[in-house]
């Protein structure tokens, strides 16, 4: 009988061990794998333009201005950066943010899922929803019934009506037609 009870606590000892001599004896993690080079994409350095449909990935390595116009109904997978101004057209839809050196227009009902980040002025016309922060160093100008997360700026915050800041507004002088802000 004394056997037994000394059997069951090198039972369970046993039973914890297993578990752990077997990860020793054929490991499960191998170390990093090898990415294949057929995974691996070099970034477009133009932009492409398909029926209305504008594809872009990078901006040209150039040195010179480029000035980005973005027609009516487009949709946009990236992240686009500018070195000029940006037009977006009415109803486009960015899934990305956007970056530019000069002025940039957001047309009506536009919706961009990122931040936008200018040095130069930004005009986000009527009823466009900004999912991140619209930053910029010179003054900003938002339309009626326009969402936005946060607003930064050095200078002047135009505001339309009904306009919704979820976050804050940064900035040295707000113009407001809403008697609430």
């Known amino acids: 009988m004394n056997d037994f009870w000394l059997f069951i606590p090198i039972t369970l000892l046993v039973i914890l061990l297993v578990p752990t001599i077997l990860e020793l004896?054929?490991?499960?993690?191998?170390?990093?794998?090898?990415?294949?080079?057929?995974?691996?994409f070099e970034a477009k350095t133009e932009l492409d333009s398909v029926g209305?449909?504008?594809?872009?990935?990078?901006?040209?390595?150039?040195?010179?201005?480029?000035?980005?116009?973005?027609?009516?109904g487009a949709i946009l997978y990236l992240n686009l950066v500018v070195d000029g101004d940006l037009k977006i057209g009415k109803k486009c839809h960015v899934y990305g943010s956007l970056k530019t050196s000069g002025r940039?227009?957001?047309?009506?009902?536009?919706?961009?899922?990122?931040?936008?980040?200018?040095?130069?002025?930004?005009?986000?016309?009527?009823?466009?929803?900004?999912?991140?922060?619209?930053?910029?160093?010179?003054?900003?100008?938002?339309?009626?019934n326009v969402i936005a997360e946060a607003v930064t700026t050095e200078k002047t915050v135009k505001l339309g009506t009904h306009v919704k800041i979820n976050k804050r507004i940064?900035?040295?002088?707000i113009v407001s037609r809403n008697r609430e802000a």
């Open 25 to 40: 004896i054929r490991r499960k993690d191998r170390g990093p794998r090898e990415i294949p080079d057929i995974t691996t």
């Open 52 to 72: 209305g449909l504008v594809i872009a990935n990078a901006l040209p390595v150039d040195k010179r201005e480029t000035n980005v116009v973005i027609s009516d």
């Open 104 to 144: 940039t227009e957001i047309g009506a009902s536009s919706i961009v899922d990122g931040s936008i980040l200018s040095r130069g002025e930004v005009m986000v016309k009527r009823s466009c929803r900004i999912g991140g922060a619209i930053i910029s160093t010179q003054n900003i100008t938002l339309g009626d």
């Open 170 to 173: 940064w900035c040295t002088t």
